[in-house]
């Protein structure tokens, strides 16, 4: 087990210094030179030539990459070049937003979707059944910003009950809250149908283990052996499927964060993208895939400690 | 779960054919009759669509769904449902040009990965892991801001977020089936690795690649519309659904028509190619089940 983790985390470091270093890469081939930005089109040639060697970008690439790792690994991702700021700062202060976002979104997804898949498990083959068959499947190739926009235009916009923009005050946790109820459910209905579907296939094939015959051959209600005895036991494979959606709701909070308008992560790299802030652009760029890297080797820790399999691949 | 149980209870006789057992299945039946509707609505956009969808008329700008234009207009005025309309042929000819792209790189990867030396195997494996450890949208995003929006790179860049999807899935396949005596033998005859590689193992390992290819038509689909969205894909005028939800986005104060028939547009595609994906999944290789759930 130990060799196991050892091994996926050295994949991970791998990952995402290689990561880094294709991002370096793509950057060098990006239109629009970073002194230039800075300094805007009417500064002289002679003041960009030396603000480039005084950030370095005179040299060769592999040196700029070389010195970009040592500062990030020091925690160091380098200043906004708009408002001088340590883009470190900047992240951290988006970063709560997102992964809230992602969390609560994965939260509404189990709290709607293990009861549905129990529930339909239970009557299989029923009209229930069907419909949330059906409806598990719309919610899951439902784009995620689609169903963001839907319910801004009939929650935000019609009906009024929730706020359209942004992410509340801080400090006020009751107004976020309500600012999250919209983003949350745009990105977590999705989920909602993958983890309905994956508890109904888990529950069904606990359902013919010998320990529910015995539990139901001792006069346990049906609704007891249900909910204790097969949940417990089908709820795992469950679990393990949440890392891997966390990692994927990283990249879909982008599209959502864009269409609510709230800072976090993906919104801000956006706007970096829009305002070619590359220091910015790098930055969140390395921790979204750091992010990502990390729920995906949660997952796969997970797997590895339910299914003892997955260890000596 | 029943539709097997009732297949399994016949008898090999009366089995019917595969094609008919998609159709006869009620999500394959369908999403069929949706797909199909996607297909003809593309091929033959000319003939349905009302109205030239680039005309634009700002005297009719967003104007709501009446006698002259069925689905009301845009912000400048142009046809909605003639855009919808041609949007479907953008949908397709971006995303199944992506999916043909990301199969053959991941084909070719993935049989080098599974039958070349452990050096080669382990370094693809790590380009794989730097390629799935970047979040799709996000790489392409980045790639896409670089060079500008484009129809021809676009394909491109959405194909290789699935080669490491591809790629695993060959590798696999091919080590399964590396050591089976007609691949040794082919070797053993003084066949050529790439002979080897592409005469024997290829036709062996293909049948998997080509249920999940069909199974990530709505993927793309939605990437396109999700990067058209952002301003990202296909560049204007040309009428991508995610255009068409951009601006009925920018709009859904005044215009909320667009928002609701351009996102219907792409949930009828999503849904009716992931039901027929899923059938035929079901139909031909019930194995991949499991993994595609999650």
Same mark, same amino acid.
């Given at each position: ?6 091994? /996926? ?7 995402? $210094? ?35 060697? /005084? ?11 070389? *010195?970009?790792?040592?500062?990030? $690994? ?10 001088? $700021? ?38 299989? &083959? ?6 949330? &068959? ?53 990105? &977590? ?10 508890? *109904? ?11 529910? *015959? ?8 049906? /609704? ?90 | ?30 999403? @069929? ?14 003939? !349905? ?61 993935? !049989? ?33 801001? +670089? !060079?500008?929006? @484009? ?6 860049? +959405? ?16 080590? =399964? ?8 033998? @082919? ?32 993927? =793309? ?22 255009? !068409? ?50």
């Amino acid at each position: 087990m130990f060799a196991y983790i050892a091994r /996926r985390a050295l994949l991970i470091f791998i990952t995402v $210094l290689g990561a880094i270093i294709l991002l370096f890469i793509l950057f060098q081939f990006m239109p629009g030179d970073m002194a230039t930005i800075l300094l805007g089109p009417r500064a002289s040639e002679s003041l960009i030539e030396s603000y480039r060697v /005084r950030m370095g970008l005179d040299q060769p690439v592999y040196i700029q990459i070389f *010195r970009y790792l040592s500062n990030v $690994l020091r925690g160091d991702l380098g200043t906004d070049v708009l408002n001088h $700021l340590p883009v470190s700062g900047l992240i951290l202060n988006v970063l709560p937003n997102t992964i809230i976002l992602a969390f609560s979104a994965i939260f509404m997804a189990c709290l709607l979707g293990i009861p549905l898949g129990v529930f339909s498990a239970s009557n299989q &083959g029923s009209f229930f059944d069907y419909l949330t &068959g059906f409806l598990s499947i719309s919610m899951i190739t439902i784009p995620h910003f689609l169903a963001g926009i839907l319910l801004l235009l009939i929650f935000a916009v019609y009906l009024g009950w929730f706020p359209a923009m942004g992410a509340g005050q801080s400090g006020d946790i009751f107004n976020q809250l309500y600012h999250l109820v919209l983003p949350a459910t745009a990105l &977590g209905l999705g989920w909602v149908g993958y983890i309905a579907r994956l508890t *109904r296939a888990t529950v069904l094939e606990e359902l013919r283990a010998d320990y529910v *015959r015995t539990a139901r051959a001792k006069g346990l209600k049906e /609704r007891i052996v249900l909910y204790k005895h097969v949940l417990r036991c089908s709820i795992i494979p469950v679990i393990a499927v949440i890392g891997v959606g966390f990692g994927n709701l990283m990249g879909g909070a982008v599209l959502i964060e864009i269409v609510f308008h709230r800072p976090g992560l993906g919104y801000m790299i956006y706007r970096a993208i829009a305002t070619r802030n590359f220091p910015v652009l790098q930055g969140g760029l390395i921790v979204a895939i750091f992010l990502y890297a990390l729920a995906n080797f949660a997952a796969d820790l997970s797997y590895a400690f339910i299914d003892p399999r997955v260890r000596g691949e | 779960m029943t539709n097997e149980k009732v297949i399994e209870n016949k008898s090999p006789k009366k089995r019917k054919s595969k094609f008919k057992k998609v159709i006869t299945r009620p999500s394959g039946l369908i999403g @069929s009759v949706m797909v199909l509707l996607i297909l003809l609505t593309a091929i033959f956009a000319p003939i !349905i669509a009302p109205r030239d969808p680039f005309q634009i008329n700002v005297m009719n700008r967003f104007e709501g769904p009446g006698r002259d234009f069925r689905l009301g207009t845009d912000d400048i005025g142009r046809d909605l449902l003639s855009r919808i309309i041609y949007g479907s042929r953008i949908a397709l000819t971006v995303a199944i040009p992506a999916i043909i792209f990301g199969v053959i790189l991941g084909l070719f990867l993935g !049989i080098m990965a599974g039958y070349s030396s452990e050096k080669v195997d382990s370094s693809l494996i790590v380009f794989f892991d730097i390629l799935r450890s970047m979040p799709a949208l996000i790489f392409a995003i980045v790639v896409l801001t +670089m !060079i500008g929006p @484009s129809v021809y790179v676009l394909p491109i860049i +959405m194909g290789v977020t699935r080669v490491p999807i591809y790629g695993r899935l060959i590798r696999a396949s091919t080590l =399964m089936i590396k050591n089976n005596e007609y691949v040794v033998a @082919s070797h053993a005859l003084g066949g050529s690795k790439m002979r080897t590689m592409f005469k024997h193992i290829l036709p062996n390992v293909v049948a998997p690649l080509f249920i999940q290819a069909a199974m990530d038509i709505p993927v =793309m689909i939605t990437f396109e519309a999700g990067l058209s969205f952002l301003g990202l894909g296909v560049p204007p005028p040309a009428p991508s659904w995610g255009h !068409i939800l951009r601006t009925g986005y920018l709009n859904v104060r005044h215009a909320p028509h667009i928002v609701i028939y351009g996102g219907l547009a792409l949930i009828i595609a999503t849904l009716g190619f992931t039901l027929l994906g899923e059938t035929l999944r079901d139909v031909f290789d019930p194995r991949l089940q499991r993994k595609g759930e999650l």
